[in-house]
């Protein structure tokens, strides 16, 4: 039994020739992501910015107004069931 535990432990140990790498390595491009993803008022902004430059201030505004307008009822709403509950 512990030639058969000294076999497996040396079958998944790394090649000593490959740096072992604690955590995952992130690419610039990932991190950014990630960060963007974890600020959701950033994100927000950058959304208005990229449409009013992409669709115009004008429709923009409107977009953003009607998905405030559902996004605020869903929100009311969650929280109207879960006080009933």
């Known amino acids: 039994m512990a030639e058969s535990r000294e076999a497996l432990l040396a079958a998944n140990r790394p090649p000593p020739s490959v740096p072992v790498v604690r955590g995952q390595a992130q690419s610039s491009v990932t991190s950014v992501m990630a960060s963007l993803a974890e600020t959701p008022r950033v994100t927000l902004l950058l959304a208005l910015c990229v449409g009013a430059i992409v ?21 009311a709403a969650r929280k109207a069931i879960a006080k009933g509950v």
């Open 55 to 75: 669709l115009g201030p004008r429709r923009t505004v409107g977009i953003v107004s009607r998905s405030g307008i559902t996004a605020w009822l869903g929100v």
